[in-house]
C-alpha cells in the first residue's frame, strides 16, 4: 500500500510541472492527425513509360509481361504475359488469367501459345517470374515459326485446351486438335507434343485419335516442262507425279561455288512417322491405299515451298480459327521480338497479325490420309553420316494390304494395283520392295480392268521405278489374257524361279502398270488359252508386251514344251527354242521352232531343225494349232499301234502338215519308207519287208475323217522297190513313173497296209527280179501307160 501510495504522489507532481510549464510559457495543446478514406488518396499520375524493377515490367492491373533473358548473350529466351491477372494481389503460386500468351524463341525457331483463359503455376527467379505449368483453355493457338531464312513451313495447331509443362516443354489436349500449315491440314483428337528446349527441335508429337491427314498439292497436276538451258532444274521444282515428295529442293540453282552452306538443313533433324490401325492414303484421284494396319514413314526432313513461288496462307479459315482471330484482335498479347539486350521492351502489347490460312483443296491434286488409330511424328533413332546419305523410306502392312486406282469408268470403283503384306518403299532411291504377309498366301500386281498382266507371286517383289525394272522370287503366275475382273478364262503364265519386269515408263496422268518384257528363268509353264486347250513349257523365256499388256510375243528357251490338250485332236511338239507370235486380238497366231523339233500326235511324229506351228480359232472359238509347217529337212514316221511293228517313214526337204485334218504335202526329193507285213505261210524269211518310195517332186498326204492318212501322191519320177527274201532266193521289185497314187489301209492287225497303187504319167513300167546271191533267176518287165495293183 506504502508503494501505490509513492506512485500517485509522482504522478501528480509530474502533472502539476507540466501544467505550470505550459501556463507560464505559452504553449498550445497537442492535437491528434486527421484520416483520411481511399477515396480521398492523391496518388502521382502515371507517365508514359513502364516502372521496372529488374526484369519485370509493370503496366498496371491490367497487361504485364515478363522477359527471360540468356544470361550470357542477353537475348530474349522467352516471354509470358497475359492481359489480365484475376487474382492480384494475392502471394498464391497459382495464377489465373485472361488472354495468356507464352513466346518461346530458339536459335531456328519460335513458338508462340495463345489462349483466351490459363491457369499457371508460377516460379519466381529474383525479380522475375515464369510459368512452370498450366493449363489453357478457349481458343488456343501453337505457331510455330522458323527464323525468316529457314525454308521450314510455319505451323499452326488450334486447340480447345492445352496442358502445359515446363519442365519438360510438353503441350497435352484430350480434345480436337487441328494443325495447320502451306502443306498439311490434320484434324483430330488428343494431342501429346514435346519440344527439345535446347534446340527448340520437335521430340513428340503423337495426334491420338486421327481423323485426317491432307498434304497439300502433293499430286503434280501435270509433267513437268522439259528443263531450258539456264532454267533451274525441273526435277527441283516439281514432285514426281508417281509419288508424294516431302522432301522438295526450292532454291534455284546456282554454281557449285556460288552456292552457301545450308545450316538450316545441318540443323535440320531427320523424322519417323507413324500411322496406325486401318490408314486409307488417297493419292488424289489416281491411287488409294487400303487396310493398311500401320504406315512408318522413314527419315522425313521437313521442308517449306519455295520462298519465290507465292505462297498461301498459314491458318485456316474455319470457324475456330476465326475466332482466334477475333479474339487476338481485341486482346493485350504482347508481341516481342528477339531484340539486342539494350533495345528497350515495347511498352504496350499488340495482336499477332495472321493472315487467314485459304483452305482452299483439290481431292485430284492433295493426299488425304484416314485411320482409326493416332498418328506419332519423333525424331530418327539413329542418325546418318550427313542427311543426304539418309534415305526417305516408307513401311506399310496389312491383311492384306491394297493399293488400287480409281476405275474412270466408275464413279465409285477402283482396280486393282498391289495387294501384298508388308511393303517397303525407299523414296530417295525409289525403289518398291513387297513381300507376303502371315496371311496371304500370294502378292499381287494388278493389270487394270483386264486380268491381262495381272501378277501373283509368292515370293518377294523388288521394283526398281528409276529403272522401269521389277525382280519378282516365285513361284508365280502371270496372266496374259482374259476378260475384265475374272481370272478363269486367263491365259497365264506359272514360273518357278525368278522373274525380271521391264515396265513402260508411265505417262503423267497415269498410274496403270504398263508391261513392256518379262523375263522368266528357272522354270517356266504356261496355259494360253485358258481352256486348258494350249500349253507349254521351257527352261526360261522372255514375253514382250505391248498396249494394254497384250502379250506380244514370247521366246522360250530351253527345253521347250508344246502341248495341244484338245481330247479330240491331241498334239504335242518340243523343241530347244520357241518363239510365240500373237495377233491384235492376243490370240497366238504363230510358233518358231528351232533346235531338235519333234511334233506328236495321234497319227504319227514329226522330227526336224527349224519349224513354225500356225495356230487360229476353231468353231467354239477357241485357238488351236492348224498347220505344222518345217523350214528344214523333216522326218515324218506314223503312229503304229503295236510298238513292235515298224512305223512308215517320209523324209523331205520340208513337210507342212495340217494339224486338224491330218493331211500334208512334203516338197522334194522326197522319200517314203513302210514295211508291209508277211504273211506265215508265204515263206519269207522275215515278218515284214520295207517298200521304200522316191520322188524328186513333191508328195502329198490326204487323211481320213479319224487323221489317219488314206492316200499318198507322189509326183516327177517316182521310183519304188520292194526287196522280199525268201529261203531259195531274193524277189526285187520296182517301177517307176511320173505320178503314183498309194491308197493305205489297215489289215486285221491293225496295221498300216497298201490296198492299191496306180503308176501313171511318162515312162510307166514295172519289173521283177529274182536271185540268188549273184545269179538272175528270172527277170519280168511291163512297159504301159498305166497301172493299177490291188
Known sequence: MRKVILILAGLAAAGAAYWGYIRFSGSTTLEPPRTHSGRELELPATGDTAGRIGQTYIHGAEQSYYVTRDPETRQVTRVFGFSRLNNPPSPSARWQVEKPYIIFYESAYEYRIDADNGLFQIERTGQSVMPQDGRLEGNVVIRVKPAPDSRVAETTILMDDLMFSSERTEFSTDGPVRAISSQVDLSGRGLVLMINAQDGQVEYLHILDLESLRLKNFVQAEPAPAPQPGAPSAAKKAASPSRAVIVQETQPSRPESEKPEDDDVEQSRLYQCVIENNVVIRYGDRIVVGGADQVNIQNILFRSPDPDAPQEATAAESPAAERMDESSSTSSVATIQNQPPSAPLPADAAPVATAPVATDSDDSRDVIVTCDGGIVIQPMSHVSDGLAAAAMAVEMNGAPLRIEQFDPQSPTGTLPLVHCGLLHYDLTADVLKLFRGAIESDILLGGG??????????????????????????????????????????????????????????????????????????????????????????????????????????????????????????????????????????????????????????????????????????????????????????????????????????????????????????????????????????????????????????????????????????????????????????????????????????????????????????????????????????????????????
Open 449 to 790: 480392268s483386264s486380268t491381262a498382266g495381272r501378277i501373283e507371286t509368292q515370293g518377294p517383289v523388288v521394283w526398281d521405278r528409276k529403272t522401269h525394272q521389277a525382280q519378282i522370287v516365285g513361284p508365280g503366275v502371270v496372266y496374259v489374257d482374259g476378260s475384265q475382273g475374272d481370272s478363269t478364262d486367263a491365259g497365264r503364265i506359272a514360273f518357278a524361279g525368278q522373274m525380271e519386269l521391264i515396265f513402260a515408263e508411265p505417262p503423267a496422268q497415269s498410274s496403270a502398270l504398263e508391261l513392256t518384257a518379262v523375263n522368266l528363268t528357272g522354270g517356266m509353264a504356261a496355259d494360253l488359252q485358258g481352256r486348258g486347250t494350249l500349253k507349254t513349257a521351257a527352261d526360261s523365256a522372255f514375253l514382250a508386251f505391248g498396249s494394254g499388256n497384250a502379250l506380244t510375243a514370247a521366246r522360250l528357251e530351253g527345253a521347250v514344251r508344246f502341248e495341244n490338250a484338245d481330247a479330240a485332236s491331241p498334239s504335242s511338239a518340243a523343241a530347244d527354242t520357241a518363239v510365240f507370235h500373237f495377233d491384235d486380238h492376243r490370240q497366238l497366231a504363230r510358233a518358231d521352232l528351232t533346235g531338235d523339233v519333234r511334233l506328236l500326235s495321234d497319227s504319227g511324229h514329226l522330227q526336224t531343225d527349224s519349224a513354225f506351228i500356225a495356230f487360229a480359232a476353231d468353231e467354239s472359238g477357241a485357238v488351236q494349232p492348224v498347220r505344222f509347217e518345217t523350214t528344214t529337212a523333216a522326218a515324218l514316221e506314223t503312229a503304229e499301234s503295236q510298238t513292235s511293228h515298224l512305223p512308215a517313214r517320209f523324209e523331205a526337204r520340208s513337210i507342212r502338215y495340217d494339224m486338224q485334218t491330218g493331211s500334208g504335202r512334203a516338197v522334194g526329193p522326197v522319200r517314203f519308207v513302210f514295211y508291209q507285213q508277211a504273211d506265215p505261210n508265204s515263206g519269207l524269211l522275215t515278218d515284214s519287208w520295207p517298200v521304200e518310195i522316191t520322188a524328186d517332186g513333191d508328195a502329198e498326204f490326204i487323211a481320213g475323217d479319224d487323221r489317219q492318212i488314206e492316200t499318198v501322191i507322189f509326183n516327177r519320177n517316182v521310183n519304188g522297190v520292194r526287196t522280199q527274201q525268201f529261203a531259195a532266193y531274193t524277189q526285187t521289185d520296182a517301177f517307176r513313173c511320173d505320178t503314183m497314187v498309194v491308197t493305205l489301209g489297215r489289215d486285221a492287225a491293225d496295221q498300216t497296209d497298201i490296198r492299191q497303187l496306180v503308176l501313171r504319167d511318162g515312162d510307166v513300167y514295172a519289173e521283177s527280179i529274182r536271185t540268188h546271191e549273184t545269179l538272175k533267176l528270172a527277170h519280168v518287165r511291163l512297159n504301159c501307160e498305166q497301172i493299177l495293183y490291188d
